[in-house]
Nanobody, 124 residues
Framework: QVQLVESGGGSVQAGGSLRLSCEAS????????MGWFRQAPGKERTFVAT????????AYGDSVKGRFTISRDNAKNTVYLQMNSLKPEDTAVYYC?????????????????WGQGTQVTVSE
């Protein structure tokens, strides 16, 4: 069983930056594909970014390409999401997820474990 804990959320003005972290414990998390998703109030959870266990397979949602960067440090069992040039529409709860397959995936239904989420609020 893998436990995921996100941190790094907060409030920032438009154009600012935040770095989210997701620390995994239990299981062999370094072998898992990892992903970030987000959910705004009243909306469905959407894909943000994913990374393979080796870090060489990465994909981003269209709305964050060129602004967000996903990375991982397997020695620390941690995945990061660097978010730059933040916009008000990035406001959401951000969730970290892990899947037993070492390959990343854009579909939330393919993930086996989820964190509790961290709030990101971007103001004008």
């Amino acid at each position: 069983q893998v436990q995921l804990v996100e941190s790094g959320g907060g409030s920032v003005q438009a154009g600012g930056s935040l770095r989210l972290s997701c620390e995994a414990s239990g299981g062999t998390s370094s072998s898992y594909g990892m992903g970030w998703f987000r959910q705004a109030p009243g909306k469905e959870r959407t894909f943000v970014a994913t990374i393979s266990r080796s870090g060489d397979g990465i994909a981003y949602g269209d709305s964050v390409k060129g602004r967000f960067t996903i990375s991982r440090d397997n020695a620390k069992n941690t995945v990061y999401l660097q978010m730059n040039s933040l916009k008000p529409e990035d406001t959401a709860v951000y969730y970290c997820a892990a899947r037993r397959s070492g390959v990343g995936n854009i579909m939330s239904t393919s993930y086996d474990y989820w964190g509790q989420g961290t709030q990101v609020t971007v103001s004008e």
